[in-house]
């Protein structure tokens, strides 16, 4: 169904159909739920803090012996916050806390030459977002220090750091 069909077949249902069809949805789909649950009573400041707890636990497990290192659960948590709204600068603090616990972990233990190429994605990706939404000045401080940080230890990819760097300057 088209976008156009079914702002149609909603103009011409009933008020009471409608609001029967949207609990029904609602009760059906936990996306739907979520969704609703966040616009009435966003409780951004709890939903960062969770994800953030959950990133830092790919890197320093408390209930297993081996790290993860998984850049999948960051990307799902910030694909979710984007599609639920959540406010840009959040995001951004999420996209950089990343790659700030994930160099904290690297500086201690040796780690694989895909993690190098998997950090410069997320480092990408979040100084484009930041310098797309305007952020730029509030998270500087941050990119700087991370893209320092990945010079100092290193990094087998700093010069894809560097141009990335490059883009926004």
Sequence with gaps: ??????????????????ELQLLDLYD????????YNFIFNPKEDKLIQDAKVKISNEYYPLKRKRARLR????????????????EAHLVADVMLYNIEIA???SSEKKVADTFYKSMHNSFDQAVVYISQNGLLADFKNRVVTIYNEAEKQDWLNFEDFSRTLDKIE
């Excluded at 169904?1 to 009471?16: C, H, I, T």
């Excluded at 059906?28 to 969704?35: H, I, N, S, T, W």
């Design 1 to 18: 169904m088209s976008k156009r069909a079914l702002k149609e077949y909603v103009s011409e249902l009933p008020k009471k159909e409608l």
């Design 28 to 35: 059906r789909f936990p996306l739907v739920k979520e969704y």
């Design 71 to 86: 850049r999948s659960i960051a990307q799902k948590f910030i694909k979710h916050f984007l599609k639920l709204g959540v």
């Design 103 to 105: 160099q904290s972990f």
